[in-house]
């Protein structure tokens, strides 16, 4: 047997991922992730699930795992963490939309994402807004309380907090109308991809036919190392 902390770490990942199987492969449920993903990867996980971990996302969970205990010895039961949200409607569609914040502050009233990154950006980036404005309508739609929002951005070398105004972010909606206007964006326009960059860590874009028939309209002179991928 593999005794290395690693292996027991990759395991117990696994396990997690093979409870959320089913529903994963259901024809309602959407993770916030997926919604602001692209909607080719969201299809293909239907038909084709994946395991996509791998030492990035270790290394992620690991920086998760250490602020939740420091901030649980500060803020004792003021905070809740990697809470599941879940929320359904029948417009536009029959949906059960679900989504895991990082953490859930009581006493600040805010819901924060943590983000480890090789480099922080100059500004917030934008699909990570998306998924924190999500965030908020669902803990709205959900528990009828407006937080505000708060993304903290760690590199190795570096630390960068933004806050968010739940009004900045959702305008003049209430949780449940921002959840129903992104998932009609998502099923009526399935940006395929939402961001470029998203083909390049895409665990489907071997088999994806819109990435490849992107490459193959593509000069050749155009084409970067990550493209020839």
Request: aromatic share 14%.
């Amino acid at each position: 047997m593999n005794n290395t902390l690693t292996f027991h770490i990759y395991q117990k990942k696994y396990e997690e991922y093979l409870k959320r199987l089913d529903e994963r492969r259901d024809d309602i449920t959407i993770y916030v992730t997926d919604l602001v993903g692209c909607y080719e990867k969201f299809a293909f996980n239907k038909k084709i699930p994946f395991f996509n971990y791998n030492d990035i996302f270790l290394h992620g969970d690991l920086i998760h795992e250490g602020i939740t205990k420091i901030l649980k010895d500060i803020f004792g039961d003021k905070v809740e963490f990697n809470k599941t949200l879940t929320y359904e409607d029948t417009f536009p569609c029959k949906f059960r939309l679900k989504g895991v914040p990082d953490i859930i502050h009581h006493d600040w009233k805010e819901i924060i994402e943590i983000k480890s990154i090789v480099k922080i950006p100059q500004k917030p980036l934008e699909h990570h807004i998306k998924q924190l404005a999500l965030y908020l309508a669902l803990y709205e739609a959900t528990e009828g309380k407006e937080y505000n929002g708060r993304l903290v951005y760690i590199s190795r070398d570096d630390f960068k907090e933004y806050v968010f105004d739940f009004r900045n972010l959702l305008g003049r909606l209430k949780g449940e109308g921002y959840i129903a206007s992104e998932i009609d964006y998502f099923i009526s326009n399935k940006p395929c991809p939402r961001y470029e960059w998203e083909c390049n860590y895409c665990p489907y874009r071997e088999i994806c036919q819109i990435k490849n028939l992107k490459a193959f309209n593509t000069p050749i002179t155009d084409l970067t190392d990550e493209e020839e991928d």
